[in-house]
């Protein structure tokens, strides 16, 4: 299939061409054009002046090329008063972890902002400090060193009781942080690029002896802002909140080869409550978002939620996994979830709920509005027999709940399964709703919407025609026919 241009970026082009358009229009006149001149000759002397007296003092720091990098915090750093070399082969990770140091020793509530200038900074794995923001300016890539003797191990987390790779320590994340509070990872659109083609071809090859390590990884922190830069090829998971509350992912893009690119997820809440992720554009080798929450007996153990999670306005794709993901690891319990307003595109699966008998926990108070699937090969699904397990120590009778749940506003075209909700006679879907739905099918069979083990209600007409298990509402609500069988199982995965 051809790619077609995705709608925000397509909306930024034409604004674009209107701007130059006014630009162009206010310069014909010649009383203008003198103005400009004038005001520019202005501010040069103004600005030259300024750097004279010092950049730290300014509105906006010193800064190369590129757009002006605005202060937002009292103390303003530049990665290159420690030392950084930005020349694409010099190791920065002293220069990071001089300058982190330094934050880390500022007394004030609101600290202190370091500058990652235009230019390429090649680092092993650092960890951040409270009150801090990292601002990647416009051309600023940060890279993540390839050899992994390098990268520190760690122990694994507690809620999954082992690497999710390999028993014992896995290792760190590139840009790492435990127990923080007030951290901003932000910039023009600068990058962190994890290099992480050389992982995964050891991964394939199984050279590795520890789990591999996140791009970026946030514990036990709270009020934590990823905005406005982009993430790319990470080793394993892109983004992991582990624990975390008050978390907001904004305007950020996150890339990874769509296939080929193993686990590299986009954005994992695990274990995370209040958390906002919006206005992203995620393309990657494993699920675009993936709300966890530990794994078995000991995600039971830990017994920490995902709640209070909010995914909008996200365009995504996933030609491996899903778009917008719960689980497997769901042992902690998830609830509160909306999704909405997310066009998921050229994706192997669109929206999915996965776990199994040993997990515990639950899935409940689910909401996704206003989705719409462009060619997908299955659209909403639900699957509780995802057998993959940390060890054989799980209790097979940990049976997670799956409940209240709801499809809103559901949109699409060439899709060939719109939906596949497999509950079981163990783990059954409780209290599913439909209503306003109409996804174009680029498949002709009969069972499209496929059920098995699932209760709930269909409101008003849907396309394609639900499945008997359901009960039938009308518009108003009405009750209209009541599923005589909610346990029929009609599941074909070779469709
Ligand atoms: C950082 O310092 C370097 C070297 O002095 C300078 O070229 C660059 O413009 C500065 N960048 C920022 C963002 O302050
Ligand atoms: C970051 O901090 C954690 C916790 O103290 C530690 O285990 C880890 O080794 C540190 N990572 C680096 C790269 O220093
Ligand atoms: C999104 O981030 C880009 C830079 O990455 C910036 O130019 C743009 O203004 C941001 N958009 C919004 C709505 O914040
Ligand atoms: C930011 O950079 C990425 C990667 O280069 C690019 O795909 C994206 O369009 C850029 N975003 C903006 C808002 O310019
Ligand atoms: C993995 O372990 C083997 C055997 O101990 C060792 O030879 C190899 O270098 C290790 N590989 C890595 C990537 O650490
Ligand atoms: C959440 O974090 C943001 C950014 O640090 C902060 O501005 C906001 O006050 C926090 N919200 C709450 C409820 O603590
Ligand atoms: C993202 O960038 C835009 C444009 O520079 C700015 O207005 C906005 O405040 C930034 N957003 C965040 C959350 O940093
Ligand atoms: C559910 O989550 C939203 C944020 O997405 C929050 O505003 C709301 O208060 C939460 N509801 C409950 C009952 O906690
Ligand atoms: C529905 O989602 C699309 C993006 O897929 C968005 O453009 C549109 O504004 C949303 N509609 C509403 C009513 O929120
Ligand atoms: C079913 O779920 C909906 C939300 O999707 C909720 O409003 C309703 O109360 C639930 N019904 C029952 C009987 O729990
Ligand atoms: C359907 O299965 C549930 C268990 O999942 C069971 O409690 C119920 O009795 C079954 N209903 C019918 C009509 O077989």
């Known amino acids: 299939m051809t790619e077609t241009l995705p709608v925000g970026r397509f909306q930024l082009q034409q604004q674009r061409v209107e701007l130059k358009r006014c630009f162009l229009a206010f310069l014909s006149s010649h009383k203008t054009l003198f103005t400009v001149?004038?005001?520019?000759?202005?501010?040069?002397?103004?600005?030259?002046?300024?750097?004279?007296?010092?950049?730290?003092?300014?509105?906006?720091?010193?800064?190369?090329?590129?757009?002006?990098?605005?202060?937002?915090?009292?103390?303003?750093?530049?990665?290159?008063?420690?030392g950084g070399v930005g020349d694409g082969v010099t190791v920065n990770t002293a220069a990071f972890e001089r300058a982190i140091l330094a934050i880390s020793k500022l007394e004030k509530s609101d600290v202190a902002q370091l500058n990652v200038p235009p230019g390429k900074w090649l680092t092993a794995p650092f960890n951040l400090t409270s009150h801090m923001t990292l601002f990647l300016a416009e051309g600023a890539e940060?890279?993540?060193?390839?050899?992994?003797?390098?990268?520190?191990?760690?122990?694994?987390?507690?809620?999954?009781?082992?690497?999710?790779?390999?028993?014992?320590?896995?290792y760190g994340s590139l840009i790492?942080?435990?127990?923080?509070?007030?951290?901003?990872?932000?910039?023009h659109n600068g990058t962190i690029n994890g290099q992480g083609q050389s992982w995964w071809k050891k991964y394939r090859q199984k050279l590795l002896n520890h789990t591999r390590g996140p791009l970026v990884q946030i514990m036990w922190s709270s009020?934590?802002?990823?905005?406005?830069?982009?993430?790319?090829?990470?080793?394993?998971?892109?983004?992991?909140p582990y624990d975390c509350k008050n978390v907001t992912v904004r305007n950020v893009t996150i890339l990874?080869?769509?296939?080929?690119?193993?686990?590299?997820?986009?954005?994992?809440?695990?274990?995370?409550?209040?958390?906002?992720i919006e206005d992203c554009y995620i393309s990657v080798g494993d699920d675009a978002i993936a709300i966890k929450s530990g794994w078995d007996q000991y995600g039971i153990a830990y017994g920490r939620p995902s709640r209070n999670i909010l995914i909008r306005?996200?365009?995504?794709?996933?030609?491996?996994?899903?778009?917008?993901?719960?689980?497997?690891?769901?042992?902690?319990?998830?609830?509160?979830?909306?999704v909405e307003s997310v066009l998921v595109w050229s994706s192997r699966r669109a929206v999915r709920i996965k776990t199994a008998a040993g997990r515990g926990g639950y899935v409940k108070h689910i909401t996704y509005r206003n989705l719409t699937f462009n060619d997908a090969r299955v659209g909403i699904v639900i699957k509780t027999d995802y057998n993959e397990h940390p060890d054989n120590d799980f209790d097979p009778k940990a049976l997670p709940?799956?409940?209240?749940?709801?499809?809103?506003?559901?949109?699409?075209?060439?899709?060939?399964?719109?939906?596949?909700?497999?509950?079981?006679?163990?783990?059954?879907?409780?209290?599913?709703?439909?209503?306003?739905?109409?996804?174009?099918?680029?498949?002709?069979?009969?069972?499209?919407?496929?059920?098995a083990f699932v209760q709930g209600r269909v409101i008003g007409t849907i396309f394609p025609a639900p499945c008997e298990n359901l009960d039938r509402y009308d518009e108003e609500e009405r009750l209209v026919k009541r599923s005589a069988s909610q346990n029929v199982t009609d599941i074909d995965y070779n469709v």
């Open 37 to 82: 001149l004038w005001i520019t000759a202005f501010v040069s002397v103004f600005l030259w002046q300024r750097n004279i007296v010092g950049a730290r003092f300014s509105i906006f720091a010193k800064s190369g090329p590129g757009r002006p990098v605005p202060k937002t915090r009292s103390f303003v750093f530049n990665l290159t008063d420690f």
């Open 223 to 240: 009020d934590i802002v990823i905005s406005n830069i982009t993430l790319r090829d990470s080793p394993f998971w892109t983004f992991h």
């Open 401 to 451: 709940t799956l409940e209240d749940i709801s499809f809103t506003g559901i949109h699409g075209q060439a899709v060939r399964v719109p939906v596949r909700i497999h509950g079981s006679e163990d783990i059954p879907v409780r209290n599913v709703t439909f209503r306003d739905m109409s996804v174009g099918l680029s498949y002709k069979k009969k069972h499209v919407f496929q059920c």
């Open 313 to 338: 306005n996200l365009i995504v794709r996933s030609m491996v996994s899903a778009g917008v993901s719960i689980g497997s690891e769901m042992s902690g319990g998830v609830s509160n979830v909306t």
């Open 142 to 170: 940060i890279l993540g060193l390839e050899d992994e003797k390098q990268w520190p191990l760690m122990p694994p987390l507690p809620s999954y009781g082992y690497g999710r790779e390999h028993h014992g320590p896995r």
């Open 176 to 187: 790492h942080g435990q127990n923080l509070k007030n951290v901003v990872i932000t910039g």
């Open 256 to 276: 990874a080869p769509v296939s080929e690119a193993p686990n590299t997820d986009g954005i994992d809440p695990d274990s995370c409550e209040d958390v906002v």
